[in-house]
């Protein structure tokens, strides 16, 4: 877990987080800065005004006249009160706008690209856990990272800046006297941001892990029911959340040491500048409302200092977030679905044919499944695929459907090599049921209609007769429009198979391929499966990976693997 941990606190540059923005991204954060620097200079300008009106009641205090007077510095509050409404109003919308925008295209670019990913990158680089995760938590804190916080962070330096210049204007002796505050506030809240920022990134890496914990558990809670794993699975969430935990506890001693720190250095400041500013009215000739423009003017415009530590924080937390964000976003698949080119032809026949393949999965480079394997279906036929369990019968299905391309060797259909037809153009002809059919969490219209783009309620009823699951659906309280619950829970699993193979049909394919589609069946939900399973294989080039006799007897070649070899092939 340190090494994931170690890895998360990798980050990008700052202005990478903007590299998603638009035209009009831009132009609402050049507004919002500069309505963050109106509203950033607003304070200084005020203790200016208040600087004045100090003196101006000092001098007219037997003046009776003084209320006019005083009214015209009113109104100078009044006049820069309505200034500092409008940059506020321009600062804030402008960049909580940009902000909400920017995260929104991230969070959609993210998820096209995971869609857009090979299989090989889901074995290998990342979970759901993770996935979810990211996109929930993380894009938070990339949007926090590049939204409101940018434009508070230019509001404080603008007074930070504006404030110290009109010190210098006001009283130069005096500003530089305090100058001495601004090491120490430096140190304070360099020191809070690198040991916050270190503290979230592990505390991200921790999440992210129990999140994992939490999709996976949840996601077989029967099985975790079953071998009573609950105790285990509340065992490693919590090692991870105590971890998450420790993390926290070093965030919110930094911030605390940092802010009290902070507060120590700006109330010593005062008490100098008091003392200090007594002695330039005495020696220096300065007024009193000077001495208090400048004291107020540096010990604020300090605090501001400060008080952009927070900025830095969320800063620091949204380039380690963005980190592997963006390192997905930039990744390329070998295997991209999203690609139109390659060829589209008008149909394809169904001979299929794995010539000298060589092969291992992306997860486990040294592990060789095929050397040298070699299969040819012809056109139309049934294969079946047996051998014991590892011999590598569902890497064929997985080679044929190209979910992975073979380090060597051609997957050829028709005679044409796998890789120069179009991806999705091609895997719209194969249709697929596996062992475990995974029904998403909706209707059964819905669930079959998955198999083919706007297909109409006609197409999807009778695809469901010709999987023999017409007649269930029609007796259940809601028929088609009834909700088959997370991963089909409320169905039995001889009726989610049925709905599986409705959906394969559904798109008319040429090649179908059946992984073990009923060998977690029982004996009368087989039979019913493969009754139907019979009839939907009538002119299509079937290939099945079965163990039991009575899937395969029906089929046209025989094919047994041994060790990613065939060893045995017959009618």
């Known amino acids: 877990m340190k090494k994931g941990i170690e890895e998360k606190t990798m980050s990008v540059p700052f202005y990478k987080l903007f590299a998603f923005s638009d035209s009009t991204d831009v132009l609402l954060m050049i507004v919002g800065s500069i309505g963050a620097i109106g509203n950033g200079l607003g304070f200084p300008l005020m203790t200016l005004f208040f600087g004045d009106l100090i003196d101006t009641v000092g001098s007219h205090l037997t003046n009776r006249d003084i209320v006019d007077i005083v009214s015209k510095v009113c109104l100078k509050f009044v006049y820069l009160g309505l200034g500092t409404l409008v940059a506020a109003f321009l600062q804030v919308s402008c960049w909580i706008i940009t902000g909400e925008r920017q995260a929104a295209r991230i969070r959609s670019l993210y998820l096209k690209t995971i869609l857009r990913q090979d299989i090989g990158f889901f074995d290998a680089d990342t979970n759901t856990g993770e996935v979810v995760g990211r996109m929930s938590g993380d894009t938070v804190l990339i949007q926090d990272a590049m ?9 404080l330096i603008a007074t930070f800046l504006g404030g110290y210049a009109l010190a210098f204007v006001k009283g130069w002796l005096l500003t530089l006297v305090m100058l001495t505050s601004i090491p120490l506030l430096a140190i304070s809240g360099a020191a809070t941001s690198i040991i916050f920022s270190k503290a979230s990134s592990q505390q991200q890496a921790a999440y992210a892990k129990a999140s994992t914990i939490v999709e996976q558990t949840f996601g077989s809670i029967r099985t975790v029911a079953s071998f009573t794993g609950e105790k285990q699975a509340t065992s490693s969430y ?42 330039m009215i005495l020696r220096k000739g300065y007024t009193g409302g000077a001495v208090i423009d400048v004291m107020i003017i540096v010990v604020a415009s300090s605090m501001s200092l400060g008080q952009a530590a927070p900025c830095l924080t969320a800063f620091a937390a949204g380039q380690a977030a963005a980190y592997k964000m963006f390192e997905t976003i930039k990744r390329r698949p070998l295997i991209d679905v999203f690609d139109l080119n390659g060829k589209v032809l008008e149909d394809i026949q169904g001979k299929i044919e794995l010539r000298d393949v060589c092969f291992c999965y992306p997860a486990r480079p040294k592990e060789e499944i095929f050397g040298g394997f070699s299969l040819l279906i012809p056109s139309g036929a049934t294969a079946a ?24 060797g051609q997957v050829l259909i028709d005679g044409v090599d796998l890789k120069e037809f179009q991806l999705k153009w091609i895997r719209g002809k194969i249709g697929l049921v596996s062992q475990e059919p995974v029904l998403f969490s909706s209707s059964i219209l819905e669930n079959i209609g998955y198999g083919k783009e706007r297909a109409t309620v006609q197409e999807i009823q009778a695809a469901a007769k010709l999987a023999n699951a017409a007649k269930f659906i029609d007796k259940l309280p809601q028929g088609f429009e009834t909700m088959v619950g997370e991963h089909g829970t409320q169905l039995s699993g001889g009726q989610k198979q049925r709905i599986a193979i409705a959906r394969a049909i559904l798109k008319d394919p ?3 391929l059946l992984d073990e589609a009923t060998s977690a069946l029982d004996a009368e939900s087989e039979r019913v499966v493969q009754e139907a399973l019979d009839r939907v294989m009538v002119n299509r080039t079937t290939v099945i990976v079965a163990h039991r006799l009575s899937t395969v007897r029906n089929a046209d070649m025989i094919a047994v693997i041994h060790r990613g070899k065939i060893v045995e092939e017959g009618k």
């Open 385 to 408: 695929l047996v051998g014991e369990s590892g011999s590598g019968k569902s890497t064929v299905i997985s080679l044929i459907e190209r979910f992975y391309d073979p380090n060597s």
């Open 147 to 155: 939204g409101e916080k940018v434009g508070k962070f230019i509001q």
């Open 510 to 512: 040429r090649i179908l």
């Open 238 to 279: 919590k090692e991870l959340i105590n971890s998450a935990y420790k993390s926290s506890v070093k965030q919110g001693f930094s911030t605390g040491l940092g802010f009290g720190v902070m507060f120590l250095v700006f109330f010593c400041s005062y008490a100098l500048a008091i003392w200090f500013g007594g002695e």
